[in-house]
C-alpha cells in the first residue's frame, strides 16, 4: 500500500467529505457529525439521494459481475473508492473469477485508514490500495503498486462510479478520463456512473449549493455531457441509462426500475 500513514488527528473533521457522506446515505458509520449535518441538509432538498446512493451501488456490483463473468475480465482499476461497504468491488469480482485483481485507489485519508479491508483477497487473487486523486491520473497509471499488481498489456476494467460529479470543468474531466482509459489495453473496459440535472426547478441548484457551501464542489451533467466520456468506445446495451434500468436482475426488478426516476446516469463501454 502506497502512500503515508495517517494519524486519527490528520483526518480533518472540521469539514464534510463526500466519501463519509456517502457512507452515510448508505447507512455506514463511518463518518463524522460534520458529515452527517451536511447529509442531512442534503437529504432534506433532495430526499431521493438514499435511493440514488443505493442504486448506484447495486450497478457497481452488477456491472463488476457482467465483467467477471460474461466479459471475462480479471483485472480491476476502482477510482473514487469511497469507504469500504461490503460487498466491495474486489469481492464481488472473485466471488465469480476467484483470481481477479483489484487495485483501489482514493485520496481520502479516512478511505486510506480503512484499506486494509480491501486488502483482503482470495488466495488466488490479488488486491491493492494506492492513495491518490482522480484529478492527477498519471500517478495513479504509473504507481509501482499498480505494476506490481495489474498487467496493463491485458485488459483491465476501469470503474469511475459517482466520482466524475467532483471534477469541475476547469479540472478537464474529459480528458482526465481520456487519459486513463488511452493508458489501457484493448478489449478494456470503462464503467462510469455520473450524478445528472434533476429536471425539478430548484433541486439541482439547491444541492449544488450545500456541497460547495461545504467545500465540495460537485457539478450534476445533463445525460448527453455524460455520455461524452465514452466517445471512442463500444457502449455495451443498454448504453448509457439510469443506473437502475442497467442489466436489472430480474422482471420485478425491472418493473421497479422503470417507474423510478433516480438523476444520475450509468454506463459500460469497451475499448476497442
Known amino acids: ?19 463519509r457522506m456517502y457512507d452515510y446515505f448508505l447507512g455506514g458509520k463511518t463518518h463524522y457529525a460534520v458529515d452527517t ?11 431521493e439521494v438514499k435511493p440514488w446512493t443505493r442504486a448506484n451501488r447495486s450497478f457497481m456490483h452488477r456491472a463488476t459481475r457482467w465483467l467477471a463473468g460474461e466479459a471475462g475480465i480479471r483485472q480491476f482499476l476502482d477510482i473514487g473508492t469511497g469507504i469500504p461497504t461490503e460487498p466491495n468491488l474486489h469481492q464481488v469480482a472473485q466471488e465469480v473469477a476467484p483470481s481477479s485483481r483489484v487495485v483501489y485507489a482514493d485520496n481520502d485519508p479516512i478511505v486510506l485508514a480503512y484499506a486494509q479491508a480491501l486488502l483482503l483477497s482470495t488466495p488466488e487473487g490479488r488486491t491493492a490500495y494506492i492513495h491518490a486523486d482522480v484529478s ?12 506490481d499488481t495489474l498487467d496493463l498489456s491485458q485488459p483491465i476494467a476501469l470503474s469511475l462510479n459517482a466520482i466524475m460529479h467532483f471534477i ?18 484493448s478489449g478494456s473496459y470503462l464503467v462510469l456512473s455520473h450524478g445528472a440535472l434533476d429536471p425539478r426547478p430548484g433541486v439541482s441548484d439547491a444541492v ?42 430480474s422482471e420485478e426488478a425491472r418493473a421497479e426500475a422503470e417507474a423510478e ?12
Open 208 to 249: 449544488t449549493t450545500l456541497y460547495r457551501s461545504s467545500g465540495i464542489h460537485v457539478q450534476g451533467r445533463t445525460q448527453e455531457q455524460i455520455l461524452r466520456f465514452f466517445d471512442g468506445l463500444e457502449l455495451i446495451d443498454p448504453g448509457v441509462v439510469m443506473p437502475h434500468r442497467w442489466k436489472p436482475g
Open 136 to 147: 492527477d491520473p498519471r500517478a495513479i497509471m504509473t504507481s509501482e503498486d499498480l505494476a
Open 1 to 19: 500500500m502506497t502512500g503515508n500513514r495517517f494519524r486519527a488527528d490528520e483526518i480533518d473533521t472540521s469539514k464534510p467529505h463526500s466519501a
Open 168 to 185: 469541475s470543468d476547469e479540472q478537464k474531466p474529459y480528458e482526465i478520463v481520456r487519459h486513463l482509459v488511452e493508458s489501457l489495453a
Open 261 to 272: 426516476e433516480l438523476w444520475i446516469f450509468a454506463g459500460v463501454a469497451r475499448k476497442p
Open 37 to 47: 449535518h451536511a447529509a442531512e441538509q442534503v437529504e432534506a432538498v433532495w430526499p
